[in-house]
């Protein structure tokens, strides 16, 4: 009986060995290992079925394809969608033609994406911030004109703005698989292509709230938060409560004593464990609404997550880094205040950066 | 003369119709494949006629056919690819419209190969037109017991579907032409898995181009043998060639493998030389995604031998000194065209039809657009040639389907053999604008 438990698989990432059960990704199996080995992913989305293969983030080098055929492969591969083989060997951040297409794959992402962090609304929270600070280099070639779209509401609770929309198409992927009329998808082709609404229709369900949590970038946010505060002020804290409709584990954001957005949980990857439904996202903002179970642990995927960017982690060349580093060493992460005992900030400090707070132009 | 396969009776009037067409020894492939062998037998001959799928890549087509997965109680589909958007590339729609019963006997013979039971031709949204020549022949096809059920009496039974494109180059790609096929948009799939194991509806399909489907009357007829022993080494039998540009007959030209490109472009039967009073400057030999070739180049390997009309010859020495025969558009320049202006006409193509779905291809083709027509209007700067080399090494082979490739290799190979004439279009920014400056390509000749 226990014989009939699947031939575990061995594969090497970066020289790390690890052990997979058949229909492994490359990209499962590297992030079973953990830490900088596990590729970047923009448009995989572990939740969502046939997600994957399109943005190119985590492309690796097959340097052997197994034990029994230890050929390398020819070209560099998507990892989340390219199923481990006994003895594969991986180059991930080992190798300079892996991180050399992650540069190729940032610049080509940044091309028509605005660099408005300080006003966008995804900012702290972004996935593209992060590969691109892990993976980018400091400046684009591009000199073009770059794509602009007008803002869009898609129904009650969301609004589009396609400008910063990387077309990873996890929210088509989402509308689809856990909505039951999607009208929402991609139009037009190249980089003329939109996420849109089949003639500017609401997107209007009781889960349709779970594409704001879905997107990478900030081109799709809640309007019921939106531009209300920046997320590295709030503190996230788990919360429950008995849903007919969904699971009713959440997070709330509180800033103060007030709950200003309600997101689902997500795990250290940045991905939603569980899709929660608009009544608990959008209309139960009241801490007696819930049963508090404590604060969030935030792991590893957020740029501002605290001391992720410490000045000693920061490599001597980049001087200007080390220079913002050193001036802004202070500048810790709110959510962590009360475990660290760090003080608060003088409100002082914050005033000086007006635009953070401002409203998007 | 080359032998004549496809285009032996495309002058015989009446050829179009059932008719003419059975009277010139039509349909006895299907009779012969139905009737006296197996459908391994027929895949048996494919495999030994050596023929490479036309559509480009050149991939042995009886050794698709034997990938093909054969789970109990699961149909099986075959696609015929008559999408051909490549531009310079115009053979498929030549051969339908002329001789449209090749196609549909190609497609009875195969699909009883593949024990396919409900075939489909994928057509150029396009070619309306088309699609009603080879729906006429399917109905006359299945008026004379050639299609539908029970073919012959033998038990066998195939409906044949024609299926207008949605227009779009990529729909071309077999994975985005099954779920365009399927109703989808046409995005190309993630592979694995390939057609052969979950193609069209989930089920094991074979894609194929228009030519490619045509050749196996005649190998069925012959024996794969006989096919084997024309052309040249691995490149055997014949390919049809759209050949088109500054020479004297454009045309669809069918070759034997293996015809000095020498003797293609300047031989009365084929080409017929360069227009009067001009001279070669370069080619793109296998329509506008395969590298460019200066005219030294193309005529000659590197070695010095004559370079021949076959796979291998034409790709002798990569990419480097050598390109590919894809898909048969030949494209021939005199000295009066500008090769920054052409590189920009083709990437603003790829632009235009790159699905988006992975971000090199979608936001690099566009970058290289823009950055071509800024050169080709005088406003680029040296740095920019570099540039292009690189925004295309980092498209190349990091993209889902070949179309990134396509529209990087134009880019990359023009900047390769013609870097002066890039440079020359930063150093005279006035000239490089003239309207009708011929003046702007010669640089590169002398
Ligand atoms: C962007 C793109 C467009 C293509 N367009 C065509 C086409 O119009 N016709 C065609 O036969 N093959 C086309 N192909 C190649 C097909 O994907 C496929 O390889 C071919 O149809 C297989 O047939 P074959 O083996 O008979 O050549 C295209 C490929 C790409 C990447
Ligand atoms: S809107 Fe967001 S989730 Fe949807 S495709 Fe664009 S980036 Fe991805
Ligand atoms: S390479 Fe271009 S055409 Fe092919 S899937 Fe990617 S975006 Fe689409
Ligand atoms: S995460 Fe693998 S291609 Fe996007």
New binding site residues.
């Given amino acids: 009986m226990e014989d009939n438990k699947p031939q575990l698989l061995k594969v090497t990432v970066d020289g790390i060995e690890v052990e997979v059960e058949p229909g492994t990704t490359i990209l499962q199996a590297a992030r079973k290992i953990g830490g900088d080995v596990a590729p970047p992913a923009m448009c995989y989305y572990q939740p969502l079925k046939g997600s994957g293969g399109k943005c190119r983030a985590c492309l690796v080098r097959v340097a052997a394809g197994s034990a029994k055929d230890p050929r390398p492969m020819p070209k560099l591969v998507a990892s989340c969608i390219t199923p481990v083989q006994d003895g594969m060997v991986v180059e991930n951040t080992t190798n300079p033609q892996v991180l050399e297409a992650r540069k190729g794959v940032v610049e080509f992402l940044l091309l028509n994406h605005p660099l408005d962090c300080p006003v966008c609304d995804q900012a702290g929270e972004c996935d593209l911030q992060n590969f691109a600070y892990n993976h980018g280099m400091a400046t684009t070639r591009y000199e073009e004109e770059r794509r602009l779209f007008e803002k869009r509401d898609i129904g009650p609770y969301i609004q589009l703005h396609m400008t910063r929309c990387i077309l990873c198409y996890r929210c088509v992927y989402t509308a689809d698989q856990i909505t039951e009329k999607r009208v929402h998808g991609v139009m037009n082709r190249g980089d003329a292509a939109e996420i849109s609404t089949y003639i500017e229709k609401a997107v209007d369900n009781d889960f349709s709230g779970n594409v704001i949590d879905v997107c990478p970038v900030g081109a799709l946010t809640d309007k019921t938060y939106r531009f209300k505060n920046r997320v590295w002020f709030t503190k996230p804290v788990d919360a429950h409560r008995d849903c007919p409709t969904c699971s009713g584990n959440v997070t709330l954001w509180y800033r103060g004593e007030d709950v200003i957005r309600v997101t689902a949980r997500k795990n250290e990857w940045n991905e939603v464990k569980e899709f929660i439904c608009n009544t608990c996202r959008f209309d139960k903002k009241k801490t007696s609404d819930w049963v508090i179970e404590g604060p969030t642990k935030i792991a590893r995927s957020s740029v501002i997550t605290a001391n992720k960017y410490r000045k000693d982690s920061i490599k001597t060349s980049e001087f200007a880094l080390r220079l913002a580093a050193d001036e802004y060493k202070q500048t810790d992460d709110i959510r962590d205040r009360s475990q660290l005992g760090i003080q608060q900030l003088p409100p002082e400090r914050f005033k000086a950066l007006p635009h953070a707070m401002d409203p998007e132009p | 003369m080359g032998k004549k396969i496809l285009l032996e009776h495309i002058d015989v009037p009446g050829i179009e119709t059932f008719e003419v067409y059975r009277k010139m020894g039509g349909y006895t492939a299907v009779e012969k494949a139905i009737k006296t062998l197996t459908p391994d037998e027929v895949v048996e001959e494919v495999k030994k006629s050596g023929v490479?799928?036309?559509?480009?890549?050149?991939?042995p087509?009886g050794m698709?056919w034997s990938f093909l997965a054969k789970p109990e109680g699961v149909p099986r589909y075959l696609v015929c690819?008559?999408?051909?958007?490549?531009p310079g590339?115009f053979k498929?729609h030549y051969l339908m419209k002329n001789i449209p019963h090749l196609l549909i006997e190609g497609m009875i013979v195969s699909s009883f190969a593949l024990g396919a039971n409900k075939s489909f031709i994928y057509v150029?949204g396009e070619l309306m037109y088309v699609i009603r020549i080879l729906e006429k022949a399917i109905a006359e096809a299945k008026a004379a017991g050639f299609l539908g059920k029970n073919i012959l009496g033998t038990g066998y039974d195939l409906e044949l579907v024609v299926q207008p494109g949605g227009g779009a180059?990529?729909?071309?790609?077999?994975?985005?032409?099954l779920e365009s096929l399927e109703g989808k948009r046409g995005n190309?799939r993630n592979k694995p898995p390939f057609p052969a194991v979950k193609g069209l509806y989930q089920s094991p399909t074979v894609?194929?181009?228009?030519?490619?489907?045509a050749t196996t009357p005649w190998i069925i007829n012959n024996g794969g043998e006989a096919y084997a022993g024309i052309g040249i080494g691995r490149s055997t039998g014949t390919k049809l060639i759209s050949a088109s540009g500054h020479i004297n007959k454009p045309g669809v030209y069918e070759i034997e493998l293996g015809v000095p490109v020498e003797d293609f472009i300047y031989a009365d039967e084929w080409c017929g030389g360069i227009r009067p009073g001009h001279k070669l400057k370069a080619v793109v030999a296998g329509g506008s995604?395969v590298p460019i070739l200066p005219a030294d180049l193309i005529l000659k390997l590197a070695n010095g031998d004559k370079r021949l009309m076959s796979y291998e010859s034409l790709s002798d020495g990569g990419f480097a000194t050598g390109t590919m025969l894809g898909?048969g558009g030949f494209i021939v320049f005199d000295e009066t065209s500008c090769i920054v202006r052409n590189t920009w006409n083709f990437s603003r193509f790829y632009h235009h039809?790159s699905c988006g779905q992975c971000s090199p291809c979608r936001e690099g083709t566009g970058w290289m657009e823009k950055v071509l027509h800024r050169l080709e209007y005088g406003h680029g700067n040296m740095h920019d040639i570099d540039l292009l080399v690189d925004v295309a090494k980092k498209i190349e082979g990091n993209t889902i389907?070949?179309?990134g490739?396509?529209a990087a290799w134009p880019v990359a190979s023009a900047i390769r053999h013609f870097r002066e004439e890039f440079e020359w279009h930063v150093t005279h920014p006035h000239e490089a604008t003239q309207p009708g400056a011929v003046y702007r390509g010669e640089m590169a000749l002398v």
Avoid: H, Q, W
């Avoid at chain 2, 180059?169 to 032409?177: D, K």
């Fill in positions: 490479r799928g036309r559509g480009g890549a050149g991939f087509m698709k690819n008559a999408d051909e958007s490549e590339t498929d150029r180059y990529i729909c071309g790609e077999e994975t985005a032409l190309p894609v194929n181009n228009v030519e490619s489907i995604s898909s039809e389907c070949p179309l490739d396509a």
